[in-house]
């Protein structure tokens, strides 16, 4: 064994090591290839996968309007976790604030909060939480009731009596089921993955077989050419996002609130977005292997940076910022607005608008580039 080692390890296996990291060095793509894309990565990866909560939109009721309210808000918004983005009259303007996605908690402070701890009588605070991430619910929770509990320690001693109680009500997800975040999440980043894949390798199967002649000899157009590709792919992954629905209702019981109408047409956007994608990768590609390594630097992106799994709010100011030209989010948003809260278009018009968007610009590109290559 050890003769067969030394022999392995003579002085040819040398000459051969070395001429092959001379080549790896000239081999420009590759280098980049495994310097800038790991890096990237990594970073985004530290960045945006971050359990840390901060930034948490809050809106308040205040019915008391007194010395002791303002304390109590005081308490709420001096560290970061929470940032005041409101004040409301009532409680119902707060509850729609919270089913249209601009809050994440909400307090009601009751009217008589002042002079029931002037009395030396416990005062009950309502706290509403939007429960569609239930991770982010208990977390958001916790750090209510330590605002409340350093409240309460930090009051003089002949007021202790009268301490800050709170009553927690968890919205649109009671049961803390946290599958339903990750599955409203996950679902957009399905399809475009998917879609991003199969189209590529649909159309750089016609590069490396050299069809690609053979259909510039028929006497479609090009965009005749580009549109049937399109419409089989789209029509297959719309079927995935049927599939991908009754798995989960009849696995995770992911309620559905809102119109199944409306997120089938969320979905053929990011069907579409996928699909336009995968063909404009294809068009900077000459090979399969080339598209993987493409694809793989822009898709790990695209879900990382999409809240499918962690919410955007734990992410950097400097990173929230470029979600909103990430398709994945925009579904995912519509996605968890209609399925969990059963929002309507009213609410989830902004997300459809640029998902419609991104998704016309993708597939307008990529067929003129594809186009432009027939030609």
């Known amino acids: 064994m050890t003769l067969q080692v030394r022999n392995l390890l ?4 040398w000459a051969l090591a070395l001429k092959e990291l001379r080549q790896i060095r000239r081999d ?3 280098t980049i290839s495994l310097i800038v894309p790991p890096t990237l990565q990594i970073l985004l990866f530290g960045f945006a996968l971050d359990s840390e909560v901060r930034g ?23 560290n970061r976790t929470f940032k005041l983005a409101g004040s409301y009259s009532t409680a119902g303007a707060l509850g729609d604030a919270l ?11 009751p009217y008589d909060f002042a002079r029931l701890r002037a009395r030396e009588r416990p005062a009950t605070v309502q706290v509403l939480l939007n429960a569609a991430n239930a991770n982010t619910a208990q977390i958001a929770q916790g750090y209510v009731e330590g605002a ?54 649909t159309m750089i199967r016609e590069k490396e077989r050299g069809t690609v002649e053979q259909l510039l ?17 789209f029509v297959l992954l719309m079927g995935m996002v049927g599939l991908v629905l009754l798995v989960a209702r009849a696995v995770f019981h992911v309620p559905f609130r ?42 790990p992106p695209l879900a990382i940076l999409s809240g499918a799994l962690t919410p955007i709010e734990a992410m950097p100011k400097w990173v929230q910022p470029w979600t909103l030209l990430n398709p994945i989010a925009h579904f995912a948003t519509i996605a968890r607005s209609v399925l969990v809260k059963g929002s309507g278009l ?7 608008l640029a998902l419609a968007g991104l998704a016309g610009l993708l597939v307008g590109v990529s067929a003129w580039r594809f186009r432009r290559q027939l030609s």
């Open 10 to 13: 003579a002085g040819r296996f």
């Open 28 to 30: 420009r793509r590759l």
């Open 56 to 78: 948490l939109r809050l809106g308040i009721v205040d019915e008391s309007r007194s010395g002791e309210s303002r304390e109590l808000i005081s308490a709420l918004t001096e």
């Open 99 to 109: 089913g249209a996605g601009r809050l994440d908690v909400g307090v009601v402070v």
């Open 148 to 201: 409340v509990a350093r409240l309460n320690r930090e009051s003089p001693a002949a007021t202790r009596a009268a301490s800050v109680e709170i009553r927690t009500a968890f919205l649109y997800n009671p049961g803390l089921v946290n599958a339903w975040f990750i599955v409203t999440g996950v679902f957009g980043t399905l399809i475009i993955l998917n879609g991003s894949l199969v189209s590529a390798a």
């Open 217 to 233: 000899m028929t006497p479609a157009s090009a965009l005749q050419v580009v549109t049937a590709k399109i419409v089989p792919l």
């Open 258 to 299: 809102g119109s199944l109408l409306l997120l089938l047409a969320a979905g053929a956007c990011c069907v579409l977005t996928g699909i336009g994608l995968g063909t404009f990768i294809s068009t900077f590609a000459r090979s399969a292997n080339q598209t993987q390594l493409i694809s793989f630097f822009v898709n």
């Open 346 to 352: 009213e609410v989830v018009y902004p997300h459809l």
